[in-house]
């Protein structure tokens, strides 16, 4: 103990103000309960997605989808590090040192437990943006311009997830993880990550809204209303969380520890709240829809109609798609 806090500057002692061991205890918790939510969200999106291609004609050709592929992975990795994470607090207060002294393995980040979850944290976030990417490119009729600044914010994302669980198998004991060499890397890493989801959300939001407004006289544009409403509350939820995480770290606080450690969850939960919400219906209710792979019938058959914005305007066929491809997503090419 004393070895730790040796050479530590008045500023960096601050960050002791609060206790690591027992914000690791909070972590498991928190990450435990968030965990759950996700769970039950991620369990319901796979069944509708599932239930959806039995009712189909398509069979089988979801599975081959990028947003059943995503879910899937994004169920396996935060399933890891949920289980990660709470092998760690066994090893930390009875394994490790015959349970004598949890600071010590807490604050070594080098522990080969520690630099696997990390990669598995990496994992999620470059999944959960991979998605956000390709709702982005099938709500704007596969425009492939449209995502290449969040492709770049993507790569950079990897890069750096790579370059963190690097540095994590470099760490020795005794060093400020505030001032050590992943210290870039994690900086860099939330501000792709947010940069990402940020834009996607603007440019998604600003697509939906053009169209609702455009078919407003023949339908009333509710429904891409709703749909427009679920993706921005569910960018709410996790770029809220992404800013929990930067500024608890850049302020040098151990409360980063329980925001990096729940991070996949609440990634999982904003991608999942997309699709269940929808498939479930609780975004429309006068008629069948579809989102992310999920549907709803809540009266009568299908009915669709084809409404043509932009074919009349020869500037700009990028934008000659369907209503109908805008809200299931290009038909069985992809999914918003």
């Given at each position: 103990?004393?070895?730790?806090?040796?050479?530590?500057?008045?500023?960096?002692l601050?960050?002791?103000?609060?206790?690591?061991?027992?914000?690791s205890?909070a972590?498991?918790?928190?990450?435990?309960?968030?965990?759950?939510?996700?769970?039950?969200?991620?369990v319901?999106?796979?069944?509708?997605?599932?239930s959806?291609?039995?009712?189909?004609?398509?069979?089988?050709?979801?599975?081959?989808?990028?947003?059943?592929?995503?879910?899937?992975?994004?169920?396996?990795?935060i399933?890891?590090h949920?289980?990660?994470t709470?092998?760690?607090?066994?090893?930390?207060?009875?394994?490790?040192?015959?349970?004598?002294?949890?600071?010590?393995?807490?604050g070594?980040?080098?522990?080969?437990?520690?630099?696997?979850?990390?990669?598995?944290?990496?994992?999620?976030?470059?999944?959960?943006?991979?998605?956000?990417?390709?709702?982005?490119?099938?709500?704007?009729?596969?425009n492939?311009?449209?995502?290449?600044?969040?492709?770049?914010?993507?790569?950079?994302?990897?890069?750096?997830?790579?370059?963190?669980?690097?540095?994590?198998?470099?760490?020795?004991?005794?060093?400020n993880?505030?001032?050590?060499?992943?210290?870039?890397?994690?900086?860099?890493?939330?501000?792709?990550?947010?940069?990402?989801?940020l834009?996607?959300?603007?440019?998604i939001?600003?697509?939906?809204?053009?169209?609702?407004?455009?078919?407003?006289?023949?339908?009333?544009?509710?429904?891409?209303?709703?749909?427009?409403?679920?993706?921005?509350?569910?960018?709410?939820?996790?770029?809220?969380?992404?800013?929990?995480?930067?500024?608890s770290?850049?302020?040098?606080?151990?409360?980063?520890?329980?925001?990096?450690?729940?991070?996949?969850?609440?990634?999982?939960?904003?991608?999942?709240?997309?699709?269940?919400?929808?498939?479930?219906?609780?975004?429309?209710?006068?008629e069948?829809?579809?989102?992310?792979?999920?549907?709803?019938?809540?009266?009568?058959?299908r009915?669709?109609?084809?409404?043509?914005?932009?074919?009349?305007?020869?500037?700009?066929?990028?934008?000659?798609?369907?209503?109908?491809?805008?809200?299931?997503?290009?038909?069985?090419?992809?999914?918003?």
């Open positions: 103990m004393t070895r730790l806090l040796k050479g530590l500057t008045t500023s960096e601050m960050v002791l103000d609060i206790p690591l061991v027992p914000v205890l972590t498991v918790a928190l990450e435990s309960c968030f965990y759950g939510v996700f769970l039950v969200l991620a319901t999106s796979i069944a509708l997605i599932l959806r291609d039995a009712r189909s004609k398509r069979i089988g050709t979801i599975y081959l989808s990028p947003i059943f592929i995503g879910a899937i992975a994004l169920f396996v990795t399933t890891t949920w289980v990660l709470v092998d760690r607090s066994f090893l930390a207060f009875i394994y490790f040192a015959d349970g004598t002294f949890p600071l010590g393995f807490y070594d980040l080098s522990q080969i437990t520690e630099v696997v979850k990390t990669g598995f944290l990496m994992a999620t976030l470059s999944i959960g943006d991979a998605l956000i990417i390709h709702r982005l490119w099938i709500v704007w009729g596969r492939k311009y449209v995502i290449i600044f969040p492709l770049c914010t993507l790569t950079g994302l990897t890069v750096c997830g790579a370059g963190i669980t690097y540095q994590f198998t470099q760490y020795k004991p005794g060093q993880v505030f001032l050590s060499q992943a210290g870039r890397w994690i900086t860099s890493d939330a501000v792709f990550t947010l940069c990402t989801n834009y996607s959300t603007v440019f939001s600003w697509r939906i809204w053009n169209q609702s407004r455009a078919i407003q006289p023949y339908s009333g544009g509710q429904s891409l209303k709703s749909v427009l409403s679920i993706i921005i509350e569910s960018a709410a939820l996790y770029s809220s969380w992404s800013l929990f995480f930067f500024a770290y850049q302020s040098r606080s151990n409360l980063q520890f329980i925001a990096v450690d729940c991070w996949p969850a609440m990634s999982g939960i904003s991608c999942m709240l997309i699709h269940v919400r929808v498939g479930l219906g609780w975004a429309h209710k006068e069948k829809s579809f989102i992310g792979g999920s549907s709803t019938v809540t009266s009568g058959q009915q669709p109609f084809a409404v043509n914005i932009t074919r009349a305007v020869d500037t700009n066929r990028d934008e000659d798609y369907t209503l109908d491809e805008l809200r299931e997503g290009g038909g069985s090419k992809g999914f918003v």
